[in-house]
């Protein structure tokens, strides 16, 4: 084993260290439960960078840090993937052009609750602001 094949577990090893040194303080608590929502939106184009998109995060006692990003972007991640259209949280909508709120709990890096439909774009029954255009 070269170089080569070490540099890529040195430079993950390095980061880690900064990541803890800079903003360890942040990382959520172990065994500590924290309540909330978080109000995400997913858009009308299938790009995996945007969707879903967190609009607003209120975990009381939580302060955002790398290790939140990341987990509540893999839990929104699996929650729209795993969903089934038929599933009431989602109202048999298509899920493009819709915005969710999931309240629950984050402790130990697993979120529980619920979701529900907050606005559907789509729906141009109830939206009079299209008349006007």
Known sequence: ??????????????RRVVLENTWGHLAPKKNRTYKGRVVF????????????T??????KGLDDSPWFYDALSDFLGKLCDAAPVEDPAWRGHARQGCVFEWTGTFRNYVFEGVVRLLLDANDQSSDSRRENL
């Open 54 to 59: 967190p609009i607003a995060v209120e975990l």
């Open 41 to 52: 939106a997913i858009g009308c184009y299938d790009s995996g960078e945007l969707n879903p």
């Open 1 to 14: 084993m070269g170089l080569r094949d070490i540099a890529p577990i040195l430079d993950a090893d390095a």
